[in-house]
């Protein structure tokens, strides 16, 4: 399985709608919670490339966006290929 590392804040909505769903699809992932984190937050802004909202997920180290993305991914059944190892293409 591809590892899925997700930058997230302890009160956002997104951030927990996205864990969710990656919990019931059964892929696990690393989350990195960022709410008081000022070097992590910044770690997360630099691997994004200036992202500053969360949560900010990756896929097989790839940027794939936030959670919008993450359900798109999941409604065209390409989040599906982390059970095979696959990383799924950017939806930008």
């Known amino acids: 399985m591809a590892p899925v590392t997700l930058y997230t804040k302890t009160y956002c909505g997104y ?11 059964g892929v696990d ?16 802004v630099e691997r994004t490339g200036g992202g500053t909202t969360v949560p900010q997920i990756f896929i097989a180290g790839r940027h794939i966006g936030g959670f919008t ?24």
Not at 29 to 44: H, K, L, P, S, Y
Not at 70 to 88: C, V
């Open 15 to 25: 951030s927990k709608r996205a864990k969710a769903l990656l919990s019931d699809k």
């Open 29 to 44: 992932f690393e989350d990195i919670d960022v709410t008081e984190d000022e070097a992590r937050f910044t770690e997360m």
């Open 69 to 92: 993305e993450l359900a798109e991914l999941d409604e065209r059944g390409e989040l599906d290929t982390l059970q095979d190892g696959e990383s799924p293409a950017a939806s930008q």
